[in-house]
């Protein structure tokens, strides 16, 4: 069914990584992943700190490309649901009770803290988004002013849905 015809998944907002970012993060990743790995090989400590630089370097790479493989991935907000670029859903929006955009929340870079009536479980997407129970972090690698601005429709999506006057 097309947009037009069906409100709900009209996109509202998209934020995606900036390339910029991208290259910093995932270039960090890797330069740290070849120099323990190179350290590793090089000037080798005894076997059980080099099978550590090893693991190490190994975990970086594994990392990296997580990022990597998220960080080409876009979320999408739409009248209905907040879902990445492949369909998986983060957040239906009538089960987002709230969102915390505050220096001091427990937020992710540049981004926003949700709240949800109900548990969904863990999943992590490196700099992207991250879900722990019935909270959701959207930022990491992404621009502000995006985050922002879909920060500022989900809460009026909530306003609008929690208020009595409708």
Known sequence: MSNALNPDNE???VVQASMG???LGLGSLYLLALMVIYVA???P???GWQVFLFVLGGGAIW???MMRKATALSLELTNSELRDSEGTVLAQVE???SLDRGVFAFKPSNGFLLRLSKSEGRTWRPGLWWRLGNRI???GMTPGP???FMAEMIAAMIAQRDDPQD
């Open 137 to 139: 972090g959207v930022g």
């Open 11 to 13: 996109i509202l907002a």
């Open 95 to 97: 089960d987002i009770m």
């Open 63 to 65: 990392i990296a490309e």
């Open 41 to 43: 090989v090089v000037q």
């Open 45 to 47: 400590p005894d076997i």
């Open 146 to 148: 995006l985050t922002k």
């Open 21 to 23: 970012r991208r290259i």
